[in-house]
């Protein structure tokens, strides 16, 4: 079973960086496709973007400027940075795996990134 | 980019009743279209993927339809664990899109 945990820095200043980083226990890390999707207090779902185990990355285009996703396959680790951030990116960051259908059904805990000035 | 929209935003049952939630796609996205199921404070969970296919361990109250741009997911009895928000998202076309929720609480 996979099992997914993720930590990270939960309280920033504007302009700052967001880094966070994900650990893929158990099953195929070269099977998925690692996401990062977060959930601002009260709203809804957004996905930022994917990293595959060869380092191969799709971002969303709304935060593609910002943002970048590595990997680090002799870990099973993978790992999100958000430059320049402002209080509107104060949210839940998860990580999460998706198959080639593109659901996802492995998830992390979440971690809660608040940005204050 | 493809808009998912929810109908209902939120509404309020009993247990036992029927529920059905709608999600549009402003394109056709064939059958890509997987529902999730998030309790306060908790991880979103995945109850159906591809329209209509059970994720395992789900009970089989939760069942869903559709295919092009209108889909369903309907609850055939609520039960207690089942007052959550559920959110459609569709993996037809990058990037990946959720529709804004349904709040299901009790009536």
């Known amino acids: 079973q996979v099992q997914l945990q993720q930590w990270g820095a939960g309280l920033l200043k504007t302009s700052e960086t967001l880094s966070l980083t994900c650990a893929v226990y158990?099953?195929?890390?070269?099977?998925?496709?690692w996401n990062w999707i977060r959930q601002p207090p009260g709203e809804g779902l957004e996905w930022i973007g994917e990293i595959n185990h060869s380092g191969s990355t799709n971002y969303n285009p709304s935060l593609e400027s910002r943002v970048g996703i590595s990997v680090d396959t002799s870990k099973n680790q993978f790992s999100l940075k958000l430059r320049s951030v402002t209080a509107a990116d104060t949210a839940v960051y998860y990580c999460?795996?998706?198959?080639?259908?593109?659901?996802?059904?492995?998830w992390g805990q979440g971690t809660l990134v608040t940005v204050s000035s | 980019d493809i808009q998912m929209t929810q109908s209902p935003s939120s509404l309020s049952a009993s247990v036992g009743d029927r529920v059905t939630i709608t999600c549009r796609a402003s394109q056709s996205i064939s059958r890509y279209l997987n529902w999730y199921q998030q309790k306060p404070g908790i991880t979103p969970k995945l109850l159906i993927f591809a329209a209509s296919s059970l994720q395992s361990g789900v009970p089989s109250r939760f069942s869903g339809s559709g295919s092009g741009t209108d889909f369903t997911l309907t609850i055939s009895s609520l039960q207690p664990e089942d007052f959550a928000t559920y959110y459609c998202?569709?993996?037809?076309?990058?990037?990946?899109?959720f529709g804004q929720g349904t709040k299901v609480d009790i009536k």
């Open positions: 998202q569709q993996s037809y076309s990058s990037p990946w899109t």
């Open positions: 999460a795996g998706s198959g080639a259908s593109g659901f996802f059904d492995y």
């Open positions: 158990g099953g195929s890390f070269r099977g998925y496709y």
